[in-house]
């Protein structure tokens, strides 16, 4: 399971299919859908679909910590970001922020929790936030809201 988690980071942080054969490697995955732009993604495996959480910039069209889906690690769709702003508590902690960045996501006890981190670049000025959820509807999942009822910031 690493290997594949590890070739799919790979593709989708290149942003182009990985079918693409250099002189002595084998083929990469063959992924298709929405793969443009996904930098420090996680990703957890939820009945049968797996979702990919990934850093975000205020500026771009896939929003704050985009979510995308799969049931088979080849096709992916966009299913919207966790975030349509930069949370008002971390906007007031570190002034500036413009993105969120390196989420990490955890599923413990019927609860699921996405961590995440903001700050400004080339400042000493950095959080690290949580949203969590524990309605036992992880089908929810990846949209808008599925992460939104609670949240905290931690400096």
């Not at 182009?16 to 993604?41: I, W, Y």
């Not at 009945?47 to 088979?72: I, K």
């Amino acid at each position: 399971m690493r290997a594949i988690v590890g070739a799919l980071a790979v593709s989708m942080a290149a942003g182009a299919p990985a079918a693409e054969v250099r002189a002595g490697r084998p083929p990469g995955l063959e992924l298709t859908g929405n793969l443009s732009r996904v930098h420090d993604p996680t990703i957890i495996h939820v009945d049968g679909h797996y979702f990919v959480f990934a850093t975000g910039q205020a500026r771009d069209e896939t929003g704050l910590v985009p979510v995308r889906v799969s049931s088979d690690l080849l096709n992916w769709e966009l299913r919207g970001a966790v975030f349509p702003d930069i949370p008002v508590w971390a906007a007031e902690h570190v002034p500036g922020t413009r993105g969120i960045w390196a989420p990490d996501i955890s599923h413990r006890n019927g609860e699921y929790r996405l961590y995440y981190s903001i700050s400004t670049f080339g400042r000493n000025r950095s959080a690290i936030g949580i949203e969590e959820r524990d309605d036992g509807n992880p089908r929810e999942l990846g949209g808008r809201v599925a992460l939104e009822p609670v949240s905290h910031g931690l400096q």
